[in-house]
Each structure stands twice: as structure tokens, then as C-alpha cells.
């Protein structure tokens, strides 16, 4: 707005950075959605089920839909609504949480060159395989454990103390599911490990 003073205007200055990010809508009750145009990723946060879409009800993103290269949808969105990526034909990435627990019909409708990246044995990995998508599978790094405890020592063997889900060395190197380790010489020094072992979902713990 003009200030007028002495008969001439005044104008005061704004300045405008245009960024190249940008914040849309709600594309679900809590779920929001942006798009980074550098990147040409898009991001679904919040929690909850995306919105289905449809010919007649087209999803928010659909005039940058060619421009869409990868989508990120973060952990707590519940699902994805139907035909939600449908025509985005640029599409080749999508990460997909394992709360995401339902992938609505033509989800990726003519998205012929998509690889999606998900953990096994989720709703993603099964839709990917049900469907022939290519994917990636995702998999967690896990913190580093305490040492291990000793549980009883004989002239030749150590046992350690057995936590599900670990694994044990005496090198660091070689590892094996069993916290016994028999043929041990007398009289050596021995320092044992052990570790998270690898699952589906993360990887062996350093």
C-alpha cells in the first residue's frame, strides 16, 4: 500500500526470494504434501490415509505430475490413495514406510519405469511383487551393543551369555550364531564380540 506525503507517494520496498520448493495441501486427513522442483521430489508427511483420486478428482500434484522424479512418503502415513501417482510418467523411486499398510487401485498407473524401495514382507514389498514392480529393499542400521558377558569358562571352551537375536565372535571376523566356543587352547587370551545379527528389516550391528 502507498503512504502519501507532501503530495508524492511513497513507496516501501518488499523483498521476494522465490523458492523452488513447493508446500502443498493436505492430500489426507493429516497427511500433507511437498515438492522440491530442483529435486523433482515429493514428500508425504504426516500420519494417516492418503486420499483416493480419480479421473474427476485429480490429486493436488497433478500439474507438476511430469516433473515428478522420486516420492518420499514418511513414517505414519497409512496408505496410499487410489490412482495417487497414476500418469506421472518421470516417476522412477518411491520409498515407502512399513506403516503404510494399503496401496489403493492404479496407485502407479502408467508408472512404467518405477523401482520401489521398501522393507520385506511389508504391504510395499508384497504389492511390488504381486504386481511386478521392481524394488529395493530397505534395511536399518541398529546401534552397536555392550560387550559380551561371560557365562561360565572350562580348560577349552567359553560360554557366553545368549541374547536373542545376536551373534558371536572371537575374532571380530568370523561369527556365528552360538555363544559356545569350544577348542580354545589353554593359557591364550581370547577377546570375544558380539553383535545384532542381520534381518529382513537391518543390517548386523557394528
Known sequence: EN????GYPVLSETSLSISDNTEGDNCGKNARWSFDAEKGELTV??????????????????????????????????????YAFSGCSSLTSITIPVSVTQIGDGAFYNCTNLTVKCYKNSAAYNY??????SYVLIKDYVDTPDA????????NTVTLKKVSGYEYSKDGKNWQSSNVFTGLNAGTSYTFYQRKAETDTSYASD
Open 128 to 133: 511390488a511383487v504381486s504386481n511386478n514392480i
Open 45 to 82: 508427511s504426516g500420519s494417516g490415509d492418503m486420499d483416493d483420486y480419480s479421473d474427476t478428482n485429480k490429486a493436488p500434484w497433478d500439474s507438476q505430475k511430469d516433473s515428478i522424479k522420486s516420492v518420499y512418503i514418511e513414517n505414519g502415513i497409512t496408505s496410499i490413495g487410489e
Open 148 to 155: 559380551p558377558e561371560v557365562e561360565s569358562v572350562t580348560n
Open 3 to 6: 503512504l502519501i506525503c507532501d
